[in-house]
């Protein structure tokens, strides 16, 4: 639900405006933020931070994340983890769906001048989106529920946001189009995990579907086994 407030209220904030007139906002105070970060960023570059940003930045496209996303299904049906696999899964296409229909509906430009290639609009982010809701989705796949599986899952965030900056800093984005990315990607891998532990559970309880065993071995949460 925090999730959900905060991805709202940025969205409202950023509000729908003409593409050449960005990076106004219907907030003021949210566009103004987005070009002075801009300036600064372009008064600090220097040669090491920006190789470092361009890798980053390769690292959140699709060259790296669609490969990965395809290996770690490929390894969740053998591993036969077909509940993991669908939260994994509809994570992926949720993402994908949302961050298409959301850049077509705002329409935003981007910062002047970006230092890497970019295609399409700027609001929200797909770096960060991509990021965020495979980092998120790693974790949930990889670990058990509870405090471990927390710091992971902060963690995730935490390198998702470092990465989504590095658009910031290549002039790819707005500082506000990553930070509802961000924000859209760990909401969609939490929400995907819990829609369909949801709906095994509750097929499960009416006979449906066999409950989900935990496979020998296996560490991980029988609920998304």
Same mark, same amino acid.
């Given at each position: 639900?925090?999730?959900?407030?905060?991805?709202?209220?940025?969205?409202?904030?950023?509000?729908?405006?003409?593409?050449?007139?960005?990076?106004?906002?219907?907030?003021?105070?949210?566009?103004?933020?987005?070009?002075?970060?801009?300036?600064?960023?372009?008064?600090?570059?220097?040669?090491?931070?920006?190789?470092?940003?361009? @890798?980053?930045?390769?690292?959140?496209?699709?060259?790296?994340?669609?490969?990965?996303?395809?290996?770690?299904?490929?390894?969740?049906?053998?591993?036969?983890? @077909?509940?993991?696999?669908?939260?994994?899964? %509809?994570?992926w296409v949720a993402s994908e769906a949302l961050l298409t229909s959301l850049k077509t509906f705002?329409?935003?430009?981007?910062?002047?001048?970006?230092?890497?290639?970019?295609?399409?609009?700027?609001?929200?982010?797909?770096?960060?989106?991509?990021?965020?809701?495979?980092?998120?989705?790693?974790?949930?796949?990889?670990?058990?529920?509870?405090?471990?599986?927390?710091?992971?899952?902060?963690?995730?965030?935490?390198?998702?946001?470092?990465?989504?900056?590095?658009?910031?800093?290549?002039?790819?984005?707005?500082?506000?189009?990553?930070?509802?990315?961000?924000?859209?990607?760990?909401?969609?891998?939490?929400?995907?995990?819990?829609?369909?532990?949801?709906?095994?559970?509750?097929?499960?309880?009416?006979?449906?579907?066999?409950?989900?065993?935990?496979?020998?071995?296996?560490?991980?949460?029988?609920? %998304?086994?």
């Amino acid at each position: 639900m925090g999730l959900l407030a905060c991805l709202a209220f940025m969205l409202i904030a950023v509000g729908r405006h003409p593409e050449h007139e960005a990076p106004v906002t219907t907030i003021a105070a949210i566009g103004d933020i987005d070009l002075a970060v801009e300036r600064w960023v372009d008064d600090i570059r220097i040669g090491l931070a920006t190789g470092l940003f361009t @890798f980053l930045s390769v690292i959140g496209g699709g060259l790296v994340t669609i490969p990965l996303r395809i290996a770690v299904s490929v390894w969740l049906v053998m591993r036969r983890r @077909f509940v993991a696999l669908s939260a994994f899964v %509809l994570a992926w296409v949720a993402s994908e769906a949302l961050l298409t229909s959301l850049k077509t509906f705002f329409h935003r430009g981007r910062p002047p001048g970006p230092l890497v290639g970019t295609v399409g609009f700027s609001f929200p982010s797909g770096h960060a989106v991509a990021g965020a809701t495979l980092a998120v989705a790693l974790v949930l796949v990889f670990f058990p529920p509870g405090p471990r599986r927390r710091k992971w899952e902060l963690l995730a965030v935490g390198f998702s946001f470092v990465m989504a900056l590095s658009r910031v800093y290549l002039s790819a984005h707005w500082l506000s189009d990553v930070v509802t990315g961000v924000l859209l990607g760990t909401g969609i891998a939490l929400g995907s995990a819990a829609l369909v532990t949801e709906v095994t559970n509750l097929l499960s309880a009416r006979g449906v579907i066999s409950p989900p065993r935990k496979p020998p071995g296996d560490p991980l949460d029988p609920r %998304l086994s």
